[in-house]
C-alpha cells in the first residue's frame, strides 16, 4: 500500500463549477496535510496546510481533513481555466518525512 | 539562502556515464527529499535526509543510485552507469526549521536526460 494514494485522473471540469480532489494515508501518526499544485514544467507549490480534523477555507479553497477516516481532500470553487494544474496530496509522518501522492491532473474547461 | 538551488538545471549525458546532481537546501532545514519525476508521471520518492543521516533510501531505484548530504546542508545523488530510463527531472525539496512551519519546498528540479 503506498503511504499516500490519489486517484491520477484525469479531473475534468466545466468553467465554473466545484472541482473536488480527494487524497488518504496510511500512517496513522501523520500530524499534518498539504495540497502542493504543480502547473506542466514547473516545481510544485504549496497552496493549502491543514492541521485539524475539519474545513479550512482560503479564497476558492476548501481543505477537509477527516483522521479517523485518513483522508484528506481539497475543493475548489468556482474553477477556472488557470486552475488546470496537477494537483500533489502531502502528508507530513511524524518524524518530519515528507511523501507525496501521484498527484491528481485536473483540467477545467472553458 | 532563500530558496532551495539545485545544480545544474538540465544535465545532457551519456548512456554508461555518471552523474552528479546537486541540491542546495533552505537555510537552517533539517529534512531533504530527493523526488524523481519522468515526463507526465506523478512524484517518485527516492530518499528523505534529517540531518546528515538518511532514515529512509527504500525509493532508490537500484544500486546504481546514491545520496549523501554533508554538514546537514548540501545533497548530492550520484547516478552511476546512468541508463536512458533514468532521463527525467529530478526535484530536491526541504522541509522543517525548527519553531518554522513544516511545508517542503522546492527546488526548480535537474532535468537529466540520458543519450
Known amino acids: 500500500q503506498k503511504e499516500v494514494e490519489q486517484n491520477s485522473g484525469p479531473l475534468s471540469v466545466p468553467e465554473g463549477a466545484i472541482a473536488s480532489l480527494n487524497c488518504t494515508y496510511s500512517?496513522?501518526?501523520?500530524?499534518?496535510f498539504f495540497w502542493y499544485r504543480q502547473y506542466s514544467g514547473k516545481s510544485p507549490e504549496l497552496i493549502m496546510s491543514?492541521?485539524?480534523?475539519g474545513d479550512k477555507e482560503d479564497g476558492r479553497f476548501t481543505a477537509q481533513l477527516n483522521k479517523a477516516s485518513q483522508y484528506v481532500s481539497l475543493l475548489i470553487r468556482d474553477s477556472q481555466p488557470s486552475d488546470s494544474a496537477t494537483y500533489l496530496c502531502a502528508v507530513n509522518r511524524d518524524n518530519n518525512d515528507m511523501r507525496f501522492g501521484a498527484g491528481t491532473r485536473l483540467t477545467v474547461k472553458p | 539562502g532563500a530558496g532551495v538551488s539545485q545544480s545544474p538545471s538540465n544535465k545532457v549525458t551519456e548512456k554508461g556515464k555518471d552523474v552528479e546532481l546537486r541540491c542546495d537546501p533552505i537555510s537552517g532545514h533539517t529534512a531533504l527529499y530527493w523526488y524523481r519525476q519522468s515526463l507526465g508521471q506523478g512524484l517518485e520518492f527516492l530518499i528523505y535526509?534529517?540531518?546528515?543521516?538518511?532514515?529512509?533510501k527504500s525509493g532508490l531505484p537500484s544500486d546504481r543510485f546514491s545520496a549523501e548530504r554533508t554538514g546537514g546542508s548540501v545533497s548530492t545523488l550520484t547516478i552511476q552507469r546512468t541508463q536512458q530510463e533514468d532521463s527525467a527531472v529530478y526535484l530536491c525539496a526541504s522541509s522543517f526549521k525548527v519553531g518554522g512551519p513544516t511545508e517542503a519546498f522546492f527546488g526548480q528540479g535537474t532535468r537529466l536526460t540520458v543519450v
Open positions: 535526509f534529517q540531518g546528515n543521516s538518511a532514515p529512509d
Open positions: 491543514i492541521y485539524s480534523n
Open positions: 500512517d496513522r501518526v501523520s500530524q499534518s
